[in-house]
């Protein structure tokens, strides 16, 4: 079992109400790493606008990632989850391979539909047929990062003999988020990972879409175990002052307990949690990694 961190990305869930500083960021992706932690997210979205108007703003991720990938050593980096409809197909599979490389091997490259219209309508983005648009960008970023030349002729994407060079020096894996049957079976079909989020204990809800993600990968045909079970967890320490949009379903109670927590997951079958952290803290980074090793023994 694997033990992640989502790290501070917007003014939401940044440090002490302020949006997070590069200084804050590098600080907790090296607290995660020297304390044996598994790896490292970043969520991606040009900003979130409340169900009350208001608006906050967020740093781009896959500059981030780059450069959490040079002032780290061990952890593995991802996105959580890179949003299709940002960039183009091509381009993300050459970005994944330069933060591989940078990296040494390190990056899982998230990725997703998108969902939060607000952020496609200040841009100018369209929010029409996003599986649909999805599924052709996800086939060619596949078929790029391991290694294919692609030509591909979409309603919504082309390439033409298109190839990664230079190649990466390995597949790099994919992660799709995905909940609904039609995502499902593209990340059967497509990934190497599957995330699902946010939760706090186990309790049916995520019991519910393990199930419903090990029906889809057998509809594919493909082994049940081609697919590594990533679930998002919201961990709070109830000995901090919890922020003003706590989420109510988060896991609470001492380190003991959140190990015990992470061995249900582990029991499960999921394979990796990627925990955000309530509040933000070195100390909460501490906290999570000491639960990790409590619960596999490390």
């Known amino acids: 079992m ?10 939401s869930d940044g440090v002490a109400g302020a949006p997070p500083s590069w200084a804050d960021i590098r600080t907790f992706a090296r607290t995660a790493e020297s304390t044996g932690l598994d790896s490292v997210w970043l969520a991606d979205h040009f900003l979130y606008q409340a169900p009350d108007g208001a608006r906050y703003g967020t740093h781009e991720a896959w500059t981030l990632l780059s450069a959490v990938a040079a002032v780290t050593d061990r952890v593995e ?15 993300v599979a050459k970005m994944a391979a330069a933060a591989d490389l940078v990296s040494d091997g390190r990056l899982v490259l998230g990725v997703g539909a998108g969902w939060h219209d607000p952020e496609y309508e200040a841009f100018g983005l369209p929010t029409d047929h996003r599986v649909g648009r999805f599924a052709e960008w996800l086939e060619i970023v596949a078929r790029l990062v391991r290694g294919e030349t692609v030509t591909f002729e979409g309603k919504y994407h ?20 995905s909940r609904q049957p039609r995502m499902l079976d593209l990340t059967a079909q497509w ?12 309790d049916e809800r995520v019991q519910s879409r393990l199930r419903d993600l ?14 590594a079970r990533t679930v ?3 961990v709070r320490d109830p000995d901090q002052p919890a922020g ?3 989420e109510p379903n988060a896991l609470t109670g001492s380190v003991e307990d959140v ?34 090793r409590l619960a596999t023994g490390g």
């Open 259 to 292: 190990a015990r927590v992470i061995k249900d997951y582990e029991a499960l079958g999921v394979d990796h949690l990627i925990a955000v952290l309530e509040p933000m803290t070195p100390r909460s980074v501490e906290r999570l990694a000491e639960a990790g």
């Open 232 to 234: 998002g967890i919201v």
């Open 244 to 246: 003003p949009d706590a």
């Open 77 to 91: 980096l991802g996105t959580m989850v890179l949003c299709a409809t940002f960039r183009d197909p091509g381009l």
């Open 191 to 202: 990934a190497d990972a599957w995330n699902t989020a946010w939760f706090g204990a186990v």
């Open 214 to 227: 090990g029906s889809a990968v057998s509809r594919s045909g493909r082994p049940d175990d081609a697919i």
């Open 2 to 11: 694997k033990v992640g961190v989502m790290l501070p990305v917007g003014d």
């Open 158 to 177: 082309q390439v033409r003999d298109a190839a990664l060079l230079p190649p990466p020096a390995r597949r790099i894996p994919l992660l799709v988020a």
